[in-house]
């Protein structure tokens, strides 16, 4: 516990001057782990194919995860004792004004803080006149003759000095006790490897000096503003308060549009290593599956039933297998970085998580390259069924995209990136049809994209929303209920936009574009009444296209428009269709309708050498005369 001469005398720029240190080791770990994941691991990736290799890249992996490890509990170091500094700044400043008040008016403060000073008034029995002495919180004594106090000013300023004194060193033994007791429990056991149990403790580490560090409270940062409101906030910061802010609260940082995309994935990369653990943690602590099958008796007769603890620890172990997964599928696509496709080329770039969070479904934002300092970027939206258990699939989509999109680019950087930041519907049948789902996560596109538009640096960089099946219509809603920020649309397998015309999406005419695979007949040749199209000979032929979802989704997220010019033939029983869904690929709407040759399916939109792809490609890039278009 400080006394009023330890706190007029600590020198609080020591503290400042280690947390400085600390913030240095904290800042060279993390540029430590980046080479090793971006430099070492990925020229391994490049140049070698073995067991050996793969062994390399395996301890690099144990290395990169020590460096974080580092960089996060050396950054909570350097904020804790930074905030100390901070918050003592306050009451020695106090303590000194009162000193300085008590000096200049030849007042002598005591060891233990009790204040000396001359008495200006004549006092009767049974005090004798002389010197008086206040102490903070004592009574006031009655002067005969003078009434409380006995009318000496220099007593009523004494006990205000003294109570100045006290409640300094009050407010200092506090400050050091938060902050004594963060740092005591700051410490990492020995050893080389981080662990699952450490990695949950830096977590623990973390809420800690949140709690304690007063100084830097999370109200602070921006919530439910504008991109451009976020990035204001963010550059006005020092750079020790970004190092502060990125490390006490990654979370928040790491979700926050128009922060730099390095920030945002220095933050989330510590709650995915963190996140990981715990779940780790939690799915070893279930241990071994009870019986399945348990026997019981029903009406005197015993019978095998399916056992209730069991089914509570398969419900357990699936949701903790499912987020273990998705985390695993982000952490193998920074383990991807620097390989290259079967040619030998295009390595991967280095990977940005500008997004996580394992809560329900989960949220998962994954760039190929820096959006930052690209000169073209695509964020591909996904659709029905996405969620964190299966993201590996969206990633690899983009990956794809971005092998293709790099050979045309001419040697300009291309960011490819997975944006999986809404709840996306996971029912084919129950949720696709509903709109709520884009109606709440088109505004939160909105704000991601223009995040990507205010921390770019340099020039506006060319920028492409992609969406496909439902995430078509998050780009839509997003259009429709404010601007969609970009200079491109591609949607492919769209079942609608929830506008019925491309000059609605917010960019230039020509700059929709959709495609939709191939159609295949169902029934071919069987005359059958169906609302459907006519292209075999008259013969009215349900359509069931290789990629469904526009014709049957368009019914639900699509307008409609009235086709008079087939309404005789439908009045003479011809059975064509009068109503048509809006949907991009419908040519009514006004989008540009791409080849789509080699896409099979809904999925098939991004396989390897398809006109789907190279055309997507060609639109990322800008290189609008190479689209090859449906005749």
């Known amino acids: ?13 020591e503290f400042s001057d280690a947390a400085d240190g600390w913030g240095k080791v904290s800042s060279r770990a993390n540029a430590a782990k980046d080479r090793v994941d971006n430099e070492m691991r990925a020229r391994i990736h490049e140049t070698q194919q073995s067991k050996t290799a793969e062994g390399a890249v395996g301890d690099l992996g144990r290395l990169s995860r020590n460096y974080q490890y580092l960089h996060t509990e050396c950054g909570l170091i350097r904020t804790a004792l930074d905030g100390l500094a901070t918050e003592l700044a306050e009451p020695q400043r106090k303590l000194k004004q009162a000193l300085e008040d008590a000096e200049n008016l030849k007042f002598t403060v005591e060891s233990d803080g009790a204040v000396k000073y001359p008495t200006t008034v004549a006092v009767t029995v049974p005090l004798a006149p002389g010197p008086g002495v206040a102490r903070p919180g004592a009574p006031v004594p009655f002067l005969a003759g003078k ?6 000013p220099n007593k009523a300023k004494a006990e205000d000095i003294a109570e100045r004194i006290a409640g300094a060193v009050r407010d200092a033994n506090e400050i050091d006790g938060r902050y004594a007791g963060v740092l005591r429990r700051l410490k990492s056991p020995a050893g080389l490897d981080v662990t699952n149990e450490m990695l949950v403790d830096a977590a623990a580490d973390t809420k800690d000096v949140q709690k304690n560090a007063k100084f830097l409270p999370e109200s602070n940062i921006p919530k439910g503003k504008s991109p451009a409101d976020n990035k204001k906030w963010w550059d006005g910061l020092s750079q020790e308060e970004r190092d502060e802010y990125a ?12 922060v730099p995309a390095t920030v945002r994935d220095d933050a989330n990369r510590m709650v995915l290593a963190e996140t990981r653990a715990q779940v780790q943690l939690d799915r070893d602590a ?9 026997m019981t008796r029903r009406g005197g007769e015993p ?3 399916e056992n209730p603890e069991w089914r509570k620890w398969d419900k357990k172990r699936g949701l903790l297998d499912a987020k273990l997964k998705g985390m695993d599928a982000i952490q193998a696509r920074f383990d991807r970085t620097g390989e290259a496709d079967r040619s030998g080329e295009h390595p991967l770039p280095e990977a940005y998580l500008l997004g996580f969070n394992s809560d329900g479904i989960g949220r998962a934002i994954v760039a190929n390259g820096n959006p930052d300092t690209a000169t073209h970027t695509s964020v591909y939206v996904p659709g029905t069924g996405t969620n964190l258990e299966g993201i590996n699939g969206n990633i690899k989509r983009m990956e794809t995209l971005w092998r293709a999109s790099d050979a045309m680019a001419d040697g300009s950087k291309v960011s490819t990136v997975t944006w999986f930041g809404y709840d996306a519907p996971q029912s084919i049948i129950t949720d696709a049809p509903q709109s709520g789902y884009a109606n709440e996560g088109g505004p939160i596109l909105n704000n991601f994209l223009g995040g990507l538009r205010a921390s770019h640096e340099g020039e506006p960089g060319h920028l492409t929303a992609v969406g496909h099946s439902y995430g078509s219509t998050v780009i839509g809603s997003a259009a429709r209920q404010g601007t969609l920020p970009v ?4 949607v492919a397998g769209s079942p609608g936009e929830q506008v019925g015309h491309a000059s609605e999406m917010d960019v230039k005419k020509g700059h929709v574009w959709a495609a939709n695979a191939d159609s295949e007949p169902f029934l071919k040749g069987i005359p059958i009444p169906f609302i459907g199209d006519d292209k075999y000979g008259g013969v009215n032929i349900p359509f069931i296209s290789s990629d469904p979802v526009p014709e049957i989704g368009g019914w639900g997220h699509a307008p409609k428009k009235l086709d008079i010019d087939v309404l005789p033939s439908w009045i003479d029983g011809d059975g ?5 869904p809006l949907t991009p690929s419908n040519p009514d709407f006004g989008a540009n309708i791409v080849a789509t040759d080699g896409s099979r399916g809904h999925s098939g939109y991004w396989d390897e050498g398809t006109q789907s792809l190279l055309n997507q490609a060609r639109v990322t890039v800008g290189k609008y005369d190479k689209v090859t278009l449906e005749p």
Do not use: C, H, N
């Open 1 to 13: 516990m400080p006394t009023w001469q330890q706190l007029r005398d600590v020198k609080l720029s």
């Open 147 to 152: 009434g409380e106090g006995g009318g000496d």
């Open 247 to 258: 490390t006490l609260y990654p979370a928040a940082v790491g979700a926050l549009d128009g």
């Open 286 to 294: 279930l241990g071994p599956a009870p019986d399945r099958m348990i």
């Open 303 to 305: 019978v095998m039933i």
């Open 487 to 490: 200079d491109d649309v591609f």
């Open 576 to 580: 064509m269709s009068v109503v048509k």
